[in-house]
């Protein structure tokens, strides 16, 4: 479990909110195929954020479409009444919002007992401070850099001071946790992210609209 979520690397994965749900095992085969790292799905509930998606059955039926790391965002508003769904649909990270109703430590406690990754993510309006304390408890911190509800926004620069904040806590506590950007990735905002000290990158646009999506997860990853 520890090793999974890089550290000194940078991954690359897809939101698979942006690809076609017709047809997403043949999504997901393309871009592993091109060298994705990791499946971000982003499971959204009509209540913390204004959208709906998918559930843990799909998690479930998409498990067996790949080996690739599955990685859980519960944009949902109870999500500690899910995790144990989850985890057994196969997930291999599981990402609860601070935002979200509940106790949040509570809640990466129960995801750290099925041995898979808690990760925690925080919207554009919480600010660094208040992530800084459950640091210990996680492998990864998620930094959205849109609101979260719908794909296609544009990246939100002015959350690049966060992703600096929270990476020096990382550093100066020397903790194995990596942080993850969500929200207008392509070449250039990737770019950003990476310098301000982000290392795990979600596209969702940018690669499934790509005419090359190797490419395109390269570019992400230069």
Same mark, same amino acid.
Request: hydrophobic content about 50%.
């Given at each position: 479990?520890? *090793?999974? $979520?890089?550290?000194?690397?940078?991954?690359?994965?897809? @939101?698979?909110?942006? /690809?076609?749900?017709?047809?997403?095992?043949?999504?997901?085969?393309?871009?592993?195929?091109?060298?994705? =790292?990791? +499946?971000? %799905?982003?499971?959204?509930?009509?209540?913390? $954020?204004?959208?709906?998606?998918?559930?843990?059955?799909? $998690?479930?039926?998409?498990?067996?479409?790949? !080996?690739?790391?599955?990685?859980?965002?519960?944009?949902?508003?109870?999500?500690? #009444?899910? +995790? =144990?769904?989850?985890?057994?649909?196969?997930? &291999?990270?599981?990402?609860?919002?601070?935002? @979200?109703?509940?106790?949040? !430590? #509570?809640?990466?406690?129960?995801?750290?007992?099925?041995?898979? +990754?808690?990760?925690?993510?925080?919207?554009?309006?919480?600010?660094?401070?208040?992530?800084?304390?459950?640091?210990? %408890?996680?492998?990864? $911190?998620?930094?959205?850099?849109?609101?979260?509800?719908?794909?296609? #926004?544009?990246?939100?620069?002015?959350?690049?001071?966060?992703?600096?904040?929270?990476? &020096?806590? +990382?550093?100066?506590?020397?903790?194995?946790? /990596?942080?993850?950007?969500? /929200?207008?990735? *392509?070449?250039?905002?990737?770019?950003?992210?990476? !310098?301000?000290?982000? *290392?795990? %990158?979600?596209?969702?646009?940018?690669?499934?609209?790509?005419?090359?999506?190797?490419?395109?997860?390269? !570019?992400?990853?230069?």
């Amino acid at each position: 479990m520890a *090793n999974l $979520v890089p550290q000194h690397q940078i991954w690359a994965g897809p @939101s698979i909110v942006a /690809g076609d749900f017709a047809d997403l095992r043949c999504e997901i085969e393309r871009l592993t195929a091109a060298g994705a =790292d990791y +499946i971000h %799905l982003d499971v959204m509930d009509g209540h913390f $954020v204004p959208n709906i998606t998918i559930g843990a059955p799909v $998690v479930k039926d998409l498990r067996k479409t790949t !080996a690739l790391p599955l990685d859980a965002h519960l944009m949902i508003t109870h999500p500690l #009444q899910y +995790i =144990d769904d989850f985890a057994k649909a196969g997930a &291999d990270i599981i990402t609860v919002h601070l935002e @979200s109703e509940g106790d949040t !430590a #509570q809640a990466l406690k129960k995801i750290r007992t099925h041995h898979i +990754i808690p990760a925690l993510a925080i919207k554009p309006g919480t600010p660094a401070e208040q992530a800084l304390s459950l640091l210990p %408890l996680v492998g990864m $911190v998620l930094v959205m850099t849109v609101e979260p509800g719908f794909s296609g #926004q544009a990246f939100m620069p002015d959350m690049l001071p966060k992703i600096r904040a929270i990476r &020096d806590e +990382i550093t100066r506590r020397d903790l194995p946790v /990596g942080i993850q950007v969500d /929200g207008g990735i *392509n070449a250039q905002t990737a770019r950003e992210a990476v !310098a301000a000290g982000a *290392n795990i %990158l979600v596209a969702g646009n940018y690669l499934f609209g790509a005419d090359d999506v190797a490419a395109a997860i390269a !570019a992400l990853r230069a």
